[in-house]
């Protein structure tokens, strides 16, 4: 793993990769859903314990089978976005332990979060996650189960632990929406509660759908998505999930031909492929989003970049351009940015 530019300081550049009306529209899809397993807690047991009928489940993830006689009970999630998958589908109450979190939790998961200890601010030790207890670790990015840190997926099944990594990292291919429905499913099937899952991603596939109707017909507009760096840009490329919320929203990503989910692009490529909206990705540890558009307006070089001309920008969190819940809710905050007229 190469650092990141001096700029801003090294926060998983390769482990990388809303808004009022929207949070209470979650809110009501997650409660849909089985959000606010504190009050209904006795249902959801009750509709878990019937559901435990349709095991075993096997699934097979990154290359890893495992079957599951039962619903896990005791789940540690590293990195937000499982958390937050996880709490949407009513599963707080099967959750021991979190960690890593990119950014603000979600509102209407804020107090259910809260309830979850958290490991650490960080990927937690081996023995740190082992202290909880778990029969279940869900990771978010691959450093979740970093061999090197000795957090491998054999040391966890050697402790008699199961374990599962998002689906974004289990390969090298193209990164869709249709990964986050099918995470969003496979949790489904593992915890019992396909039909959670199943309305989950009814609602999100809604939006999305909404979203994209309303820019439909309009010109592609060039993006550049900046996650960070001075030196050199480290952008989305074109197997970042990134790549498809951009065209959804009525954009086009500006490095969709850059075989990788993240790489390093020149200023001078920038300029030449003349931006008309750049994206800021916003998470902790990579410099504030003030700080991103200082320096991005200070570059003699960027001044004829439409995009800072116009000082067109579009902000979103880290975990909205990740597999999980929020990727739905970034079409919405990238169409209203590329495509304001539409929205007006």
């Known amino acids: 793993m190469h650092d990141r530019p001096p700029l801003f300081p090294p926060a998983r550049r390769h482990y990388a990769r809303r808004a009022t009306a ?31 009928t349709g095991f075993p489940v096997t699934v097979d993830n990154c290359g890893v089978k495992t079957t599951y006689d039962k619903p896990p009970s005791r789940v540690v999630t590293i990195h937000q976005h499982p958390a937050e998958l996880m709490l949407a589908l009513g599963l707080g109450d099967h959750m021991v332990g979190t960690a890593f979190p990119d950014s603000a939790v979600l509102p209407e998961l804020k107090k259910d979060y809260e309830e979850i200890p958290e490991l650490a601010e960080k990927e937690p030790s081996f023995e740190t996650v082992l202290d909880a207890e778990p029969d279940l670790v869900y990771g978010g990015y691959g450093s979740a189960f970093a061999e090197n840190e000795g957090r491998s997926r054999k040391a966890f099944a050697d402790a008699g632990i199961d374990t599962h990594l998002n689906r974004e990292y289990c390969g090298k291919k193209r990164v869709t929406m249709k990964d986050t429905y099918d995470e969003i499913r496979t ?12 309305k989950l991603v009814a609602d999100l596939t809604g939006r999305v759908g909404k979203a994209a109707a309303k ?14 760096g001075d030196k050199s840009a480290f952008t989305a ?16 990503n500006v490095f969709a031909d850059l075989d990788d989910v993240f790489g390093d692009v020149s200023w001078e490529q920038v ?19 003030a700080q991103k558009k200082k320096f991005l307006l200070s570059q003699p070089a960027l001044e004829d970049v439409p995009a800072i001309r116009n000082k067109r920008f579009v902000v979103l969190p880290l975990t909205a351009t990740l597999v999980g819940i929020r990727s739905a809710y970034a079409v919405e905050d990238l169409a ?3 495509h304001p007229e539409s929205f007006a």
């Open 215 to 228: 820019v439909e017909g309009e010109p592609a507009v060039p993006v550049f998505v900046y996650d960070s």
């Open 271 to 289: 300029v030449e492929r003349k931006p008309e909206v750049i994206a800021i990705y916003d998470y902790a540890g990579a410099g504030s989003v």
């Open 187 to 198: 949790i489904g099937r593992i915890f019992g509660v396909p039909d959670r899952a199943d």
């Open 22 to 52: 929207a949070a209470a529209a979650l809110c009501a899809a997650l409660l849909t859903a089985g959000c606010g397993s504190s009050q209904d807690t006795t249902e959801d047991a009750k509709a878990t314990a019937a559901s435990s």
């Open 237 to 252: 490329g074109g197997k970042s999930l990134g790549t498809e919320l951009i065209r959804l929203a009525g954009g086009k």
């Open 336 to 338: 209203r940015g590329i």
